[in-house]
């Protein structure tokens, strides 16, 4: 019997861990769609931005773009 209440109790920590674990993944998957999804749209926006709405306001090209040019 003590033999069995050491294997439950084994049983539950490992079973809490897992718990814990699956959360913790879920947590940093949705983190990292956020991190990836918030990149895309900043990158979307910067080059709407210096490719589009800068020239028609008469703004030079972003630094970047000159040197790629040269």
């Known amino acids: 019997m003590l033999s069995m209440n050491k294997f439950l109790d084994k049983a539950k920590s490992l079973g809490s861990f897992l718990v814990i674990f699956l959360i913790l993944q ?26 589009w709405i800068a020239p028609k306001l008469g703004i030079e090209k972003h630094h970047a773009d000159q040197v790629k040019e040269r």
């Open 26 to 51: 879920y947590l940093f998957s949705k983190l990292a769609l956020n991190i990836y999804l918030s990149n895309l749209l900043a990158g979307i926006a910067s080059s709407i931005i210096f490719d």
